[in-house]
Protein backbone atom coordinates (compact mmCIF):
# COMPACT_ATOMS: atom_id res chain seq x y z
CA UNK A 1 0.00 0.00 0.00
CA UNK A 2 2.64 2.34 0.65
CA UNK A 3 4.12 2.40 -2.77
CA UNK A 4 0.30 3.45 -3.99
CA UNK A 5 1.23 7.20 -3.76
CA UNK A 6 4.25 6.69 -5.49
CA UNK A 7 2.68 5.35 -8.59
CA UNK A 8 -0.15 7.96 -8.36
CA UNK A 9 2.74 10.14 -8.25
CA UNK A 10 4.34 8.70 -11.40
CA UNK A 11 1.14 8.60 -13.36
CA UNK A 12 0.71 12.22 -12.73
CA UNK A 13 3.63 13.12 -13.28
CA UNK A 14 3.46 11.42 -16.99
CA UNK A 15 0.81 12.92 -17.61
CA UNK A 16 1.59 16.42 -16.98
CA UNK A 17 4.67 16.21 -19.39
CA UNK A 18 2.71 14.63 -21.66
CA UNK A 19 -0.07 17.56 -21.56
CA UNK A 20 2.55 19.82 -21.50
CA UNK A 21 4.43 18.68 -25.18
CA UNK A 22 1.10 18.25 -26.71
CA UNK A 23 0.37 21.73 -25.64
CA UNK A 24 4.03 23.02 -26.90
CA UNK A 25 3.22 20.98 -30.10
CA UNK A 26 -0.14 22.23 -30.72
CA UNK A 27 0.82 26.04 -30.13
CA UNK A 28 3.70 25.58 -32.50
CA UNK A 29 1.25 24.26 -35.35
CA UNK A 30 -0.99 26.82 -35.05
CA UNK A 31 2.00 29.32 -35.13
CA UNK A 32 3.30 28.00 -38.17
CA UNK A 33 -0.38 27.69 -40.06
CA UNK A 34 -1.27 31.46 -38.75
CA UNK A 35 2.31 32.43 -40.43
CA UNK A 36 1.32 30.23 -43.38
CA UNK A 37 -1.91 31.67 -43.92
CA UNK A 38 -0.42 35.41 -43.42
CA UNK A 39 1.88 34.82 -46.27
CA UNK A 40 -0.65 33.68 -48.28
CA UNK A 41 -2.53 36.28 -47.75
CA UNK A 42 0.40 38.84 -48.17
CA UNK A 43 1.27 37.11 -51.50
CA UNK A 44 4.75 35.35 -50.68
CA UNK A 45 5.59 32.00 -51.53
CA UNK A 46 4.53 29.59 -48.93
CA UNK A 47 5.25 26.18 -48.07
CA UNK A 48 2.74 23.44 -49.62
CA UNK A 49 -0.15 22.03 -47.18
CA UNK A 50 1.75 18.73 -46.92
CA UNK A 51 4.91 20.60 -45.16
CA UNK A 52 2.76 22.17 -42.97
CA UNK A 53 0.91 19.30 -41.99
CA UNK A 54 4.05 17.85 -41.29
CA UNK A 55 4.87 19.69 -37.89
CA UNK A 56 3.69 18.67 -34.10
CA UNK A 57 1.71 15.78 -33.81
CA UNK A 58 1.69 14.91 -37.35
CA UNK A 59 5.05 14.25 -37.00
CA UNK A 60 5.45 12.22 -33.99
CA UNK A 61 2.24 9.98 -35.77
CA UNK A 62 4.58 9.91 -38.80
CA UNK A 63 7.67 8.90 -36.89
CA UNK A 64 5.63 6.59 -34.86
CA UNK A 65 3.86 4.91 -38.03
CA UNK A 66 7.13 4.44 -39.90
CA UNK A 67 8.50 2.75 -36.77
CA UNK A 68 5.87 0.15 -36.93
CA UNK A 69 5.93 -0.29 -40.28
CA UNK A 70 9.79 -1.21 -39.63
CA UNK A 71 8.73 -3.89 -37.62
CA UNK A 72 5.94 -4.85 -39.09
CA UNK A 73 8.12 -5.98 -42.21
CA UNK A 74 10.28 -8.06 -40.31
CA UNK A 75 10.61 -11.45 -41.99
CA UNK A 76 9.72 -12.93 -38.79
CA UNK A 77 6.90 -11.06 -38.18
CA UNK A 78 5.25 -11.22 -41.69
CA UNK A 79 1.87 -13.53 -41.68
CA UNK A 80 2.09 -15.62 -44.04
CA UNK A 81 -0.14 -15.90 -47.68
CA UNK A 82 -3.78 -16.68 -46.79
CA UNK A 83 -3.86 -14.83 -43.34
CA UNK A 84 -1.99 -11.89 -45.24
CA UNK A 85 -4.77 -12.01 -48.07
CA UNK A 86 -7.61 -12.19 -44.85
CA UNK A 87 -5.77 -9.44 -42.85
CA UNK A 88 -5.54 -7.11 -45.85
CA UNK A 89 -9.19 -8.00 -46.91
CA UNK A 90 -9.80 -6.58 -43.29
CA UNK A 91 -8.29 -3.79 -43.15
CA UNK A 92 -10.08 -2.84 -46.24
CA UNK A 93 -13.37 -3.48 -44.93
CA UNK A 94 -12.66 -1.34 -42.43
CA UNK A 95 -11.62 1.38 -44.21
CA UNK A 96 -7.44 1.02 -43.91
CA UNK A 97 -6.70 1.33 -47.37
CA UNK A 98 -3.29 2.38 -47.26
CA UNK A 99 -0.39 0.18 -48.61
CA UNK A 100 1.32 -0.04 -45.60
CA UNK A 101 -1.79 -0.74 -42.91
CA UNK A 102 -0.82 -4.38 -43.09
CA UNK A 103 2.51 -4.13 -42.09
CA UNK A 104 1.62 -1.27 -39.59
CA UNK A 105 -1.06 -3.24 -38.03
CA UNK A 106 1.33 -6.22 -37.47
CA UNK A 107 3.70 -3.92 -36.15
CA UNK A 108 1.20 -2.46 -33.67
CA UNK A 109 0.01 -6.22 -32.46
CA UNK A 110 4.03 -6.74 -31.84
CA UNK A 111 4.73 -3.92 -30.05
CA UNK A 112 1.54 -4.46 -27.68
CA UNK A 113 2.42 -7.84 -27.21
CA UNK A 114 5.95 -6.64 -25.54
CA UNK A 115 4.54 -3.19 -23.89
CA UNK A 116 1.36 -4.54 -21.95
CA UNK A 117 3.23 -7.34 -20.15
CA UNK A 118 6.16 -4.75 -19.65
CA UNK A 119 4.13 -2.29 -18.26
CA UNK A 120 2.63 -4.83 -16.03
CA UNK A 121 5.84 -6.10 -14.95
CA UNK A 122 7.37 -2.31 -14.19
CA UNK A 123 3.91 -1.38 -12.19
CA UNK A 124 4.17 -2.54 -8.44
CA UNK A 125 1.63 -4.85 -8.04
CA UNK A 126 2.15 -6.59 -4.61
CA UNK A 127 -0.62 -9.61 -5.46
CA UNK A 128 1.13 -10.50 -8.42
CA UNK A 129 4.45 -9.70 -6.83
CA UNK A 130 4.05 -12.47 -3.99
CA UNK A 131 2.26 -14.84 -6.03
CA UNK A 132 4.11 -18.12 -7.27
CA UNK A 133 6.62 -18.22 -10.12
CA UNK A 134 3.89 -20.17 -12.05
CA UNK A 135 1.42 -18.13 -11.48
CA UNK A 136 3.21 -15.15 -12.69
CA UNK A 137 4.43 -16.52 -15.67
CA UNK A 138 0.54 -17.63 -16.50
CA UNK A 139 -0.60 -14.19 -15.98
CA UNK A 140 2.47 -12.64 -18.30
CA UNK A 141 1.54 -14.84 -20.84
CA UNK A 142 -2.02 -14.36 -20.67
CA UNK A 143 -1.06 -10.45 -20.83
CA UNK A 144 0.96 -11.08 -24.00
CA UNK A 145 -2.04 -13.43 -25.20
CA UNK A 146 -3.96 -9.94 -24.70
CA UNK A 147 -1.70 -7.24 -26.35
CA UNK A 148 -1.86 -9.98 -29.27
CA UNK A 149 -4.62 -10.66 -29.72
CA UNK A 150 -6.24 -7.31 -28.49
CA UNK A 151 -5.62 -5.29 -32.04
CA UNK A 152 -7.60 -7.99 -33.52
CA UNK A 153 -10.87 -7.86 -31.39
CA UNK A 154 -10.71 -3.89 -32.11
CA UNK A 155 -10.26 -4.60 -35.79
CA UNK A 156 -13.25 -6.75 -35.53
CA UNK A 157 -15.52 -4.17 -33.74
CA UNK A 158 -14.34 -1.34 -36.30
CA UNK A 159 -14.99 -3.35 -38.99
CA UNK A 160 -18.42 -4.52 -37.67
CA UNK A 161 -19.39 -1.01 -36.61
CA UNK A 162 -18.12 0.61 -40.49
CA UNK A 163 -20.58 -2.39 -42.19
CA UNK A 164 -23.66 -1.14 -39.75
CA UNK A 165 -23.34 2.56 -40.82
CA UNK A 166 -22.76 1.65 -44.46
CA UNK A 167 -25.68 -0.78 -44.24
CA UNK A 168 -27.98 2.00 -42.16
CA UNK A 169 -27.49 4.50 -45.09
CA UNK A 170 -27.55 1.68 -47.98
CA UNK A 171 -31.82 1.91 -48.20
CA UNK A 172 -31.32 6.04 -48.53
CA UNK A 173 -28.51 5.79 -51.23
CA UNK A 174 -30.50 3.43 -53.26
CA UNK A 175 -33.57 5.70 -53.47
CA UNK A 176 -31.14 8.40 -54.35
CA UNK A 177 -29.68 6.17 -57.21
CA UNK A 178 -33.56 5.09 -58.29
CA UNK A 179 -34.40 8.87 -58.23
CA UNK A 180 -31.02 9.84 -60.53
CA UNK A 181 -30.99 7.13 -63.27
CA UNK A 182 -35.12 7.92 -63.69
CA UNK A 183 -34.04 11.67 -64.07
CA UNK A 184 -32.32 10.53 -67.04
CA UNK A 185 -28.33 10.21 -65.26
CA UNK A 186 -26.61 7.65 -66.42
CA UNK A 187 -25.08 4.96 -64.24
CA UNK A 188 -21.91 6.28 -63.86
CA UNK A 189 -23.13 10.07 -63.23
CA UNK A 190 -25.51 8.35 -60.68
CA UNK A 191 -22.97 7.01 -58.53
CA UNK A 192 -20.87 10.19 -58.30
CA UNK A 193 -24.49 11.87 -57.40
CA UNK A 194 -25.64 9.98 -55.11
CA UNK A 195 -21.98 10.12 -53.04
CA UNK A 196 -21.50 13.45 -53.22
CA UNK A 197 -25.33 14.27 -52.38
CA UNK A 198 -25.01 11.39 -49.18
CA UNK A 199 -21.46 12.79 -47.72
CA UNK A 200 -23.06 14.75 -45.19
CA UNK A 201 -25.53 11.73 -43.76
CA UNK A 202 -23.13 8.54 -44.27
CA UNK A 203 -19.91 9.52 -45.14
CA UNK A 204 -18.58 5.65 -45.37
CA UNK A 205 -21.31 5.10 -47.94
CA UNK A 206 -19.85 8.34 -49.87
CA UNK A 207 -16.42 7.37 -49.50
CA UNK A 208 -17.48 3.90 -51.26
CA UNK A 209 -18.86 5.30 -54.54
CA UNK A 210 -16.76 8.14 -54.77
CA UNK A 211 -14.05 5.34 -55.36
CA UNK A 212 -16.15 3.65 -57.50
CA UNK A 213 -16.45 6.66 -59.33
CA UNK A 214 -12.53 7.21 -59.35
CA UNK A 215 -12.40 3.46 -60.79
CA UNK A 216 -15.01 4.35 -63.94
CA UNK A 217 -12.81 7.73 -64.53
CA UNK A 218 -9.72 5.49 -64.29
CA UNK A 219 -10.81 3.87 -67.08
CA UNK A 220 -11.57 0.50 -65.21
CA UNK A 221 -14.75 -1.57 -66.57
CA UNK A 222 -17.61 -0.84 -64.77
CA UNK A 223 -18.41 -4.35 -63.83
CA UNK A 224 -14.91 -4.83 -62.24
CA UNK A 225 -15.74 -1.11 -60.76
CA UNK A 226 -18.90 -2.82 -59.09
CA UNK A 227 -16.82 -6.29 -57.86
CA UNK A 228 -14.74 -4.24 -56.28
CA UNK A 229 -17.13 -2.23 -53.96
CA UNK A 230 -18.65 -5.47 -53.25
CA UNK A 231 -15.92 -7.05 -52.18
CA UNK A 232 -14.40 -3.77 -49.90
CA UNK A 233 -18.01 -3.42 -48.35
CA UNK A 234 -18.44 -7.21 -47.68
CA UNK A 235 -22.56 -6.77 -47.25
CA UNK A 236 -25.39 -8.73 -48.91
CA UNK A 237 -27.98 -6.17 -49.30
CA UNK A 238 -24.47 -4.32 -51.58
CA UNK A 239 -23.07 -7.93 -53.32
CA UNK A 240 -26.83 -8.31 -54.50
CA UNK A 241 -27.31 -4.87 -55.99
CA UNK A 242 -23.96 -5.02 -57.77
CA UNK A 243 -24.82 -8.65 -59.11
CA UNK A 244 -28.28 -6.79 -60.25
CA UNK A 245 -25.98 -3.95 -62.12
CA UNK A 246 -23.58 -6.17 -63.66
CA UNK A 247 -26.57 -8.49 -65.19
CA UNK A 248 -28.35 -5.62 -66.33
CA UNK A 249 -25.24 -3.82 -67.94
CA UNK A 250 -24.44 -6.97 -69.49
CA UNK A 251 -27.97 -7.99 -70.92
CA UNK A 252 -29.04 -4.14 -71.93
CA UNK A 253 -31.85 -3.96 -70.19
CA UNK A 254 -33.60 -0.96 -68.83
CA UNK A 255 -31.44 -0.09 -65.24
CA UNK A 256 -34.22 2.25 -64.17
CA UNK A 257 -37.05 -0.56 -64.16
CA UNK A 258 -34.36 -2.36 -62.51
CA UNK A 259 -33.15 -0.65 -60.04
CA UNK A 260 -37.42 0.31 -59.15
CA UNK A 261 -37.89 -3.20 -58.48
CA UNK A 262 -34.93 -3.96 -56.11
CA UNK A 263 -35.38 -1.07 -54.28
CA UNK A 264 -38.92 -2.31 -53.84
CA UNK A 265 -37.95 -5.64 -53.01
CA UNK A 266 -35.66 -4.42 -50.83
CA UNK A 267 -38.00 -1.99 -48.76
CA UNK A 268 -40.34 -4.89 -48.51
CA UNK A 269 -37.87 -7.19 -47.16
CA UNK A 270 -36.97 -4.15 -44.65
CA UNK A 271 -40.91 -4.53 -43.67
CA UNK A 272 -40.45 -8.09 -42.87
CA UNK A 273 -37.72 -7.66 -40.98
CA UNK A 274 -38.92 -5.32 -38.40
CA UNK A 275 -41.89 -7.18 -38.18
CA UNK A 276 -39.30 -10.22 -37.37
CA UNK A 277 -37.45 -7.77 -34.43
CA UNK A 278 -41.03 -6.87 -33.32
CA UNK A 279 -42.41 -10.43 -32.80
CA UNK A 280 -38.94 -11.47 -31.11
CA UNK A 281 -39.11 -8.49 -28.47
CA UNK A 282 -41.24 -9.96 -25.83
CA UNK A 283 -39.22 -12.93 -26.11
CA UNK A 284 -36.59 -10.90 -25.17
CA UNK A 285 -38.07 -8.95 -22.87
CA UNK A 286 -39.69 -11.75 -20.52
CA UNK A 287 -35.97 -12.42 -18.50
CA UNK A 288 -35.50 -8.56 -17.99
CA UNK A 289 -38.82 -8.41 -16.73
CA UNK A 290 -38.46 -11.80 -14.55
CA UNK A 291 -35.34 -10.58 -13.38
CA UNK A 292 -34.68 -6.57 -12.67
CA UNK A 293 -38.55 -5.72 -12.92
CA UNK A 294 -41.10 -7.51 -11.36
CA UNK A 295 -38.65 -7.66 -8.57
CA UNK A 296 -38.54 -4.50 -8.15
CA UNK A 297 -42.35 -3.60 -7.79
CA UNK A 298 -42.99 -6.52 -5.19
CA UNK A 299 -40.51 -4.87 -3.03
CA UNK A 300 -42.11 -1.48 -3.32
CA UNK A 301 -45.76 -2.59 -3.45
CA UNK A 302 -45.27 -5.26 -0.80
CA UNK A 303 -42.83 -3.84 1.05
CA UNK A 304 -44.23 -1.39 3.31
CA UNK A 305 -47.14 -4.45 4.14
CA UNK A 306 -44.59 -6.64 5.51
CA UNK A 307 -42.94 -4.38 7.30
CA UNK A 308 -46.46 -3.53 8.74
CA UNK A 309 -47.00 -6.76 9.73
CA UNK A 310 -43.84 -7.44 11.35
CA UNK A 311 -44.23 -4.53 13.69
CA UNK A 312 -47.84 -5.41 14.82
CA UNK A 313 -46.85 -9.28 14.73
CA UNK A 314 -42.93 -9.44 16.23
CA UNK A 315 -44.39 -8.42 19.27
CA UNK A 316 -47.15 -10.39 19.73
CA UNK A 317 -44.91 -13.28 19.23
CA UNK A 318 -42.78 -12.54 21.90
Not at 42 to 48: I, L, S, Y
Not at 132 to 153: D, K, S, T, V
Not at 200 to 226: I, Y
Not at 303 to 317: D, F, K, N, T
Request: charged share 20%.
Amino acid sequence: MASFPIVMISVAVFAAAFLAVMGVTMLVQSRRERQGWQERVQGHKVAGRAEVSTTGLQYFRDMAVRLLEKVGNADQAKPKAPDLSALKQLLITGGYRSDNAVAVFTGFKLVFLLLVPGVVFLLPIPALDQAPLINQLFAYLLLAAAGLYGPELWLSQVVKKRKLKILHGFPDALDLLVVCVEAGLGLDAALGRTGRELAMAHPELCEEFHLVALELRAGLQRSQALANLARRVDLDPVKSLVALLIQTDRFGTSIGLALRVHSDSMRTERSLKAEEMAGKLPVKMLFPLMFFIFPSLFIVILGPAIVQGMRILMPALQ
